[in-house]
Every structure is written in structure tokens, then in C-alpha cells.
């Protein structure tokens, strides 16, 4: 327990998280990889159609990880900024800054995948439902934050203000959450729980954990590797970063 | 398979995410590595400059 508090610590020093994210992001995406393609063969091709839905009902496997991956990650980079606020870390300062534009990608895609299976099943490419406007809220708040970092040129400043922002919008994710209770959305209600019944059918659930956990990777993989590149960039010149020259990629 | 062009047209939009992420990454990270290397050439630079004997012209 000792052994594990004391490399977590470490971890805050930035030669320490370089030589981690180094091995990390390589990790994670070659883990990610295996699961992600197995999630999409068995969406793709071995789940069966739905009765009602057709095939478009499939969207949903890419749909789904992509909206929680959304909400996590938003979550997660406002938890690394209060850390970096309050403690000032700056290794949590970077990987605050490299979720928001992982977080906008999957936001994107939550609203693109969304927009696809929405033309065949409710007729329309758009509408201004509480679920969809509140997820292009969060879309825009990602983007308030990357340009916000980039702003700045101080970037310790830079990742000041911006985490301030990404710990106010905090307060969007509920609202997302429980849009389709709150008011009377178009957007389907929740179907799958962690705790509690699922109504989804069980020939979807396998899939669709394959696609959670290989986002999940995923996103590991390219937070290290982005935060690394942005802990590279802060610390050039120092003795360490030319030490770690020799040793890149 | 019904509605392929949508199934299609979602499942592309999803991976081309993971790809562009992955370049990203990578040019992102080539960059920070040919700053820093930049970085490091410029300052042994100034180090041999400052350390090597004045020129004949200047002296004269």
C-alpha cells in the first residue's frame, strides 16, 4: 500500500509521468484495439436486427460509448482541474487540458451517430429536444475550454482559466443525465443501469460493454499521449527533457 | 441489412474520430519532441560559442 501511495505521488513529477505516458498510451491503445474490434464484428454482424428498428438500431453501439465517454470525460477533466487548483499539480493541470479535446471528439460523434439513426427513426436530422440541446451545450463548452487554453499564452495561467471553466460546467452533466425525466424529451429514456434492471436484451449488452471498455482504453491511451506531448512542450530545456530526447519516442 | 447507408455513414464517422485522435496524438507528440530538440541544439550553440577563444579579427 505504502509502495503504491508513493509511485502515485511520483507520478506528479513531470520525468516520472513522461517515461509512465510513454509505456501507457502504447499500452492502452494496443488493449483498446483487440476489444474495440471485437465490439464492432460482434454490433456489426452477429447481434440480430432489431424487430422494430431494422439494422439502424446497431448505431447505437458506437452511439451509446460515445455519449457516456462524453459525460466521463468532462467529469474527469473538471476532477483533474480542481486537483491541479487546489493542490497545483501540474502534471493534473495537463491532463485536465488533454481531455477536452478527446471529450469534443466523442461529443461530436455522440451528436453525429445521434443525427444518422435520428433521420430514419424520427424523420429528422435535428431536433431542439432537451437531450440533444443540452449534449451541443456540452460540445460548446469543450470548445470554450480548449480555446480558452490556447488563448493564454502563459500556460499555467492558460490551464487556470480553463479548468475553471471545465469545474463550472460541471453543473451541465446532471442536466444531460436527466433531461429525458425532467421534461418531455423525444430522446428514449434510460434503458441500461449499472445498478438496477436493464432493458435492453441481453444479445445487445455483450456488444455493447465491448464498445464501453474499449472507448474506456482508448481514451487512456491518447490522454497519456496527448498530456505527454503537452508535458514535453512545458518542460523543454530542461535537463530531463533532453535526458528523455535520447530515449523518444 | 436494412438502412446500410446510416449503419455505414455512423460506424465511419466512429472510427474516423479514433483515427484522426491517434494522428493527432502522434504529430503532436513528434512536434514536441523536434521543439525540444531544437531547443537543445540552440542552447549547445550558445554554450560553444561562449566557451571557444575570441577570434583573430576582433582581436586585432
Redesign the interface.
Known sequence: MQSIVRWFHLLGSPPVFDRFARRG?RLF?LAALPV?ALG?WQA?FVVP?DYQQ???F??LF??VP?AWMSLFVFALMALYAAIALVWKIKVCEVLAMACA??GA??T??TL??GS??G??MWGTWWDWDPRLTTELILLFLYFGVIGLYMAIEERRSAARAAGLLAIVGVALLPVIRYSVDWWGSLHQGQTIRLFGPTTLDASMQLPLWLMVIGTKL?FAG?LL??A???N??RE??KDW??RA?GE?? | ????G??V???A??VA??V???I???L??????R???Q??QR?DARRRAATQPPSLELER
Open positions: 498510451s491503445y474495440l464492432l456489426l436486427a431494422g439494422d439502424s446497431r448505431i458506437v452511439h460515445s479535446p478527446i471528439g466523442f461530436l460523434v453525429l451517430t444518422i439513426w433521420r430514419p482508448w491518447s499521449a496527448k505527454r506531448a503537452d514535453l512542450q523543454a530545456g527533457v533532453q530526447l523518444a519516442p | 441489412m436494412t438502412y446500410l446510416y449503419v455513414a455512423a460506424y464517422v466512429f474520430l479514433l484522426v485522435d491517434v493527432g496524438s502522434r503532436r507528440l513528434r512536434r514536441a519532441l521543439d525540444a530538440g531547443r537543445q542552447a
